[in-house]
């Protein structure tokens, strides 16, 4: 095996082949003096100047079961081309280490962990709390990944207007029950019915989420989601035919002017901030106009007139 002292004057091909029997020999070898040589060696291929040195050591290095944290340390935080094959792969990266990648290098430094096999649960929440987009969606694609209700949670609380990848979370075989209601509303109505179907939950548990909307839990808690989300589902609703006059009437009994002014907007094609200014006037006339339009009946016109005239000054 070369001196450390002698790599200098070795071109740059012999030292890549250097590098890959130096990893063979870390993966394979049993024997203490050959495991220092090849540790020293292993030290200063992770800093040479060469990419495809680094490169061909950190290929090799990846069924490597042990290595000293410097070493580790220097492969996994440098370019993506020598780091992202070894922080996929690697066994002898820890835990503690791979949060500490999440939380300090970059987003493809993030995306490569989020593809490594057997994810635990704790590095898994490091990248639902504090990933990029894409890191987040390539542990929604990994069915070995350990993904915590609170994992759910988080990714829910930060990407809650991202369709795909609320759909992408209620595809997977892990998804919690109770992340059900809180999934219900962001995804699209096959995925939806998908998530009551997988767990074969009972006729009134069915019955209960289907008609979810209409209750005023539900409408509280929409309420509080982003604008763009909101119209999403009433959109959704409206386009099988959901979004009626009782729908409408809840919302105004409950005080829900936001869910209100977003539904006639859905139903009248009208920018939501027309609606929502005219509804702010409390002008009984100026909204029994506009609900003509709609094509209410008299009667439910009326009816939903008395409730906004009883609403909360």
Known sequence: MSDVADLDGIEMEARAEIARKVGRILSSTSDPTDQKAAVELARALAEDVAVTVREALSKELRACVFLPKDIVSLISKDIEQVSMPFLIA????????????????????????????GLSEAVSFAISDKGCLEAVNKLSDNDTADLSARSYRRVVDRFPEDVGLMEKLASRADIPLEIIETLIFKVSEAY?????????????????????????????????????????????????HGLGSDILLTYLQNNNLRL??????VILSKPYEQIEQLVAQRDKRLLARLLDTTGFSKSVIGVLLISYERLAP
């Open 90 to 117: 690697s066994k002898a990266i820890d835990d503690a280490f791979l949060e500490e990648i999440v939380l300090s290098c970059g987003d493809s430094h993030q995306e490569a962990i989020a593809m490594r096999e």
């Open 192 to 240: 939806g019915q998908r998530l009551i179907e997988k767990f074969g939950v009972s006729q009134d548990y069915s019955s209960y989420l289907v008609s979810l909307a209409n209750r005023q839990v539900f409408s509280r808690t929409l309420e509080m989601a982003p604008r763009s989300e909101i119209r999403n589902y009433l959109t959704q609703l409206h386009e099988r």
């Open 260 to 265: 209100f002014c977003m539904s006639l907007s």
